[in-house]
């Protein structure tokens, strides 16, 4: 029962781990929530969006189950923005080339993903292919 417990805790209890987070996902062993931790983490950063007000701050896309990351945001002004894997630039998409789209075939050190009108948007990243789509909703 996850009542009265706070978002991060771990509780054991007899065989089972479970680690109360905003998903409450519960795993049988200790070795199947490390090996889970160990899932790589998406973002988008930059300046434009709701909660968001410079290139420090990643808001965290969540996976899928059809493999692809995505994640709905409020752009209150003209955005520019990459993706980045676990809050690193070593890893990190943009547009290839300075032109605007809403698909966009991500490109490692690519150049500001803009986005010019403001409102809610579906972002979404595909792995697979490098894909990058935005779509107003």
Known sequence: NASGIQTGDINLDGTNFYFYGTSNIGYETLEEAIEAS????????????EGSGSW???IFME??????YKITIIVTTSAEFKI???SSWEINYGSNSQGNGNIITGKRNGYNIIISTPG???ITFDISTNI????KI
Do not use: A, H, M, W
């Open 84 to 86: 980045r894997k676990n």
């Open 56 to 58: 420090e701050n990643d």
């Open 132 to 135: 990058i789509q935005f779509t």
């Open 63 to 68: 996976l899928g189950p059809d493999g692809i």
């Open 38 to 49: 160990k899932i790589d983490k998406y973002s988008v950063i930059g300046t434009g969006f």
């Open 120 to 122: 809610t948007y579906e």
